[in-house]
C-alpha cells in the first residue's frame, strides 16, 4: 500500500524551529520529487517547496526562502523540512506528496499524505 506520512508537527513559539519529516511506504521515494505543501484556514493550498530526485535541485516559495530547508535521506526512505524562524503566519497544516516534476505547481502532485499541524503561537 503507497502511503506517506507526515510527523514533527506541533506548538511552537514565533522564532523558534521544527523539523517535518514525510515517511514513505509501499514505494521508494528516490524516484520522486517530493514537495512540501500549506493550508492555513480559509486559504487555499500553497506549495512551499520540493527537491527534486533527479539531482537533487531544491526550491521554495518566497515565502519562506532563507527560513527553510528541505532535504532526503533516500537511506530511510524519508523528505524533511527544517523550518526556523517560525512566524505565527506560518500556521497551518503541512503536507507532503510525489510528484515525476519538480514544481510548486500542487495539480502536479499525485499521491498525498494525511498532514500534519504546525501552530506558531505565544
Known amino acids: 500500500q503507497v502511503q506517506l506520512v507526515e510527523s514533527g508537527g506541533g506548538l511552537v513559539q514565533p522564532g523558534g524551529s521544527l523539523r517535518l519529516s514525510c515517511a514513505a511506504s509501499?514505494?521508494?521515494?528516490?524516484?520522486?520529487?517530493i514537495g512540501w505543501f500549506r493550508q492555513a484556514p480559509g486559504k487555499e493550498r500553497e506549495g512551499i517547496s520540493c527537491?527534486?530526485?533527479?539531482?537533487?535541485?531544491?526550491y521554495y516559495a518566497d515565502s519562506v526562502k532563507g527560513r527553510f530547508t528541505i532535504s532526503r535521506d533516500n537511506a530511510k526512505n524519508t523528505v524533511y523540512l527544517q523550518m526556523n524562524s517560525l512566524k505565527p503566519e506560518d500556521t497551518a497544516v503541512y503536507y507532503c506528496?510525489?510528484?515525476?516534476?519538480?514544481?510548486?505547481?500542487?495539480?502536479?502532485?499525485?499521491?498525498w499524505g494525511q498532514g500534519t499541524q504546525v501552530t506558531v503561537s505565544s
Open positions: 506528496a510525489t510528484s515525476r516534476v519538480a514544481t510548486l505547481i500542487m495539480e502536479i502532485y499525485d499521491y
Open positions: 527537491i527534486s530526485n533527479s539531482d537533487g535541485s531544491t
Open positions: 509501499g514505494f521508494t521515494l528516490d524516484y520522486y520529487t
